[in-house]
Every structure is written in C-alpha cells, then in structure tokens.
C-alpha cells in the first residue's frame, strides 16, 4: 500500500473572511482539493455566536480536509495598510485548531519563493491567489516560519 500524499492548507485572512486552499502533490501535477468552500466570514466580529461559529466552521473544514501542514500568510500590523483586530481574532481562533500546527508565513518569504520557484498557479478564482502561492510554498517543503 502506498503512502498517502500530504494535503497543505494555505490561507490569506482579508478583511472578514479566511480564504482557504487545499492542495495535494500527485505524481505529476498539483490538484486542487479545496472543495466547494473558499472561505469563511464573519459579519459582527463583536457576536460571541458568529466567533464562536467562524471558529467551528473552520475547524470542521480542517477536520473534513485532514491537511498535514496549515499555514497563514502574515499580516500587516504596523503602517498605512496595517490589518484591523478583526483579522488579528480570526488568525488566533485558526491557531487553535487542535490536531494541527498553524504557521504563520512573512510575504517576504512568499515572495523570494515566488521568485526562486516560479510556480505556476491555478487558483479557482483569483482572490485566492496568496492562499494558493502559500499551499505550493508549503508543497515544496519549504519550512514555514514559526511565530
């Protein structure tokens, strides 16, 4: 029996909403095995139900997905474009998912392996392009950083 291909999670927070892709090497190609949900919102970040919802349902996710490495592209914290608290929640509630480590990746880092690698990317739709970039760095074994 041969051994199963590790499945990655690479994903981009923005704004309100986690944006997921799940790939998996073949013997020749990447596939997408992401499904039919990309993302996950939420509305009122102030809700406990809505917290406690976006948090089960991402978890859910990982648990039906069972990927082997989780990453989450890094967010801005200081200057102009600096990401709000609601990102900031929603990165800690993906942190707590128990039966996975959740990295955190610079851009910088996706960006020299971008350079050095050139992968090419088949995202289903085009804002999950950093999510996709983050899943082929995780794919190529590249270690992700630690927080």
């Known amino acids: 029996m041969t051994k199963p291909r590790p499945t990655v999670c690479g994903i981009e927070i923005a704004a309100r909403r986690a944006i997921f ?6 013997a020749e190609t990447i ?4 499904g039919k949900q990309t993302q996950i919102k ?8 809505q917290v406690r919802h976006f948090c089960r349902s991402a978890h859910a996710l990982f648990d039906r997905r ?7 592209v ?18 800690g509630l993906l942190q707590l998912y128990p039966h996975a480590d959740v ?7 996706l960006r020299q392996f971008s350079k050095e690698h050139r992968p090419i990317l088949h995202p ?23 927080q």
């Not at 596939?31 to 992401?34: A, I, L, N, S």
């Not at 939420?42 to 139900?49: A, R």
């Not at 200057?79 to 608290?85: H, L, V």
């Open 21 to 26: 892709v799940f790939l998996r090497q073949t």
């Open 31 to 34: 596939e997408d095995v992401t």
């Open 42 to 49: 939420i509305d009122d970040e102030d809700d406990p139900g």
């Open 66 to 72: 069972q990927p082997d490495r989780i990453a989450i």
């Open 74 to 91: 890094q967010r801005k914290k200081i200057g102009n474009f600096a990401s709000g608290g609601t990102t900031f929640k929603l990165e």
């Open 103 to 109: 990295t955190i990746v610079p851009p910088v880092r």
């Open 124 to 146: 289903r739709f085009s804002y999950q392009k950093n999510a996709y970039l983050l899943a082929c760095y995780l794919l190529n074994g590249v270690e992700p950083a630690t």
